[in-house]
């Protein structure tokens, strides 16, 4: 009861659902018992059967989903993979749009984690940020390209304009600035600070660099 289904083949699965919110073609067609949903799109939570709690906004937003439950996503296929995930908040278009049973990530940006599929708690803001991020988890990239060379990765913090831009599974490295460890590929446990710090380090671990320029 409570419900509200707008569009061809909108909410037409409900059995037992309550409080949910319906506006699109084909959206939220799947739901069977899930409670407390919006879905606001041509097919935005279509596969949605018994999840709860999920907002989806946008053409194809959260397509997938079936029982994950929490999720807030807003954009042309955001989340579009979500399966079983939960916890997760996307803002562009194609953002967060791989992940199946991930966890706790935000995405904001187009494209921003697109490619994370199991990886938990990642944090991607800016367009293409953190891009190439599969299984990684626990990274917080902020800037354009920043860390979008990242795929299994762990722990690695990334602020501004291609900071740790060439990183790919190196670990636990820190990049503050406009180009900080731009570099860097797999060296690990690396904190840069400032624009260009660390700027030619490829492989080389356990480096602290403060200021422009610094070790460059």
């Known amino acids: ?41 041509m097919s935005a939570l279509y596969a949605n059967t018994t999840a709860s709690n999920n907002t989806a906004v946008g053409y194809s937003a959260l397509l997938a989903n079936t029982t994950g439950h929490s999720n807030t996503v807003l954009g042309t296929s955001a989340g579009a ?17 791989a992940c199946t049973t991930a966890e706790s990530n935000t995405a904001v940006g187009w494209t921003s984690l697109g490619s994370v599929t199991t990886g938990a708690g990642n944090t991607g803001i800016g367009s293409d940020a953190g891009a190439a991020i599969t299984t990684g988890a626990n990274n917080t990239i902020m800037g354009y390209l920043a860390g979008d060379a990242i795929t299994t990765a762990d722990a690695n913090t990334a602020i501004g304009k291609s900071a740790l831009s060439a990183t790919t599974t190196g670990a636990e490295n ?34 602290t660099a403060v200021g422009r320029s610094s070790l460059e």
């Not at 409570?2 to 699965?13: C, D, K, L």
């Not at 797999?186 to 492989?203: E, Q, S």
């Open 174 to 207: 820190t990049a503050i600035g406009s180009s900080a460890l731009i570099a860097n590929t797999t060296g690990a446990a690396n904190t840069a600070l400032g624009i260009n710090a660390l700027y030619a380090n490829t492989t080389a671990a356990n480096n």
């Open 81 to 97: 993979a979500v399966t079983t995930g939960n916890y997760n908040t996307a803002v562009g278009r194609n953002a967060l749009d």
């Open 1 to 41: 009861r409570f419900n509200t289904a707008v569009g061809y083949n909108s909410g037409t699965g409900i059995t037992t659902a309550s409080n949910n919110t319906y506006m699109g073609d084909h959206s939220g067609a799947l739901t069977t018992t899930g409670a407390a949903n919006t879905a606001v799109g």
